[in-house]
């Protein structure tokens, strides 16, 4: 398998984490791509042009990252990263929902900063973004308690997205009224597997 990514993308990074949680990073060349160079080639690929984008043996294309996740879970004899079926499914795809949504949102305020000239920013839409995630760290607080004793997709997910947070958002204080969920980073981010992947730089 070739997994194209990017270092800095929080999307690619849930990939990485969950490949070296289930034990498949081996199996798994990875392919470094610059999503905004149009010369890429990753549109040929992925029509998307977006990363992480994984490419089977036999040729096959996968895109986005629950798809990818997904994948590499049917791999696994037990299915750790997202469990077969009953409640406990539901509540691990739910929580990835929940922080693939505030990646979108994330990226979204970076790009907003980071590809408009400052008079051309607007105001309404960041601030409607920070509130989005102010919203869901508020929720993840509450379902901390809740979280599962081994690491699976939803709290992977959530990992990533706490850590794009600090990566891209400084002006956002998280980890203030969020106490439960401060704790659980620290603990989740000393894993391996996210020291492993974090941002590689700022660009």
């Known amino acids: 398998m070739q997994l194209c990514y990017s270092p800095t993308s929080p999307y ?28 890429s080639g990753i549109a040929q690929k992925n029509p998307l042009a977006k990363v992480p984008l994984l490419i089977l043996d036999d040729g ?9 996740c997904e994948y590499l879970n049917s791999l696994l004899a037990d299915p750790r990263l997202i469990p077969a079926n009953g409640p406990e499914r539901w509540d691990v795809l ?11 949102a994330a990226l979204l305020i970076f790009l907003e900063h980071s590809r408009r000239e400052e008079g051309e920013r607007s105001a309404w839409w960041l601030n409607l973004q920070l509130e989005t995630l102010r919203t869901a760290v ?13 690491p699976d997709i939803g709290q992977i997910a959530t990992g ?17 009224g969020a106490p439960l969920l401060s704790h659980w980073f620290q603990r ?3 894993r391996p ?6 941002p590689e730089t700022t660009a």
């Open 12 to 39: 690619a990074r849930k990939v990485l984490v969950a490949a070296r949680e289930s034990g498949l990073d081996s199996r798994m060349e990875l392919i470094q791509v610059n999503p905004w160079d149009a010369n």
């Open 60 to 68: 096959t294309h996968l895109f986005d990252s629950p798809v990818i």
């Open 94 to 104: 739910r929580l990835q929902a929940l922080a693939d949504g505030m990646m979108d």
């Open 138 to 150: 508020r929720a993840l607080e509450a379902l901390v308690p809740v979280f599962s004793a081994s």
């Open 160 to 176: 990533c997205a706490l850590g794009y947070l600090d990566f891209r958002i400084t002006e956002l204080d998280w980890r203030s």
């Open 188 to 190: 989740f981010s000393s």
């Open 193 to 198: 597997s996210m020291q492993a992947t974090a």
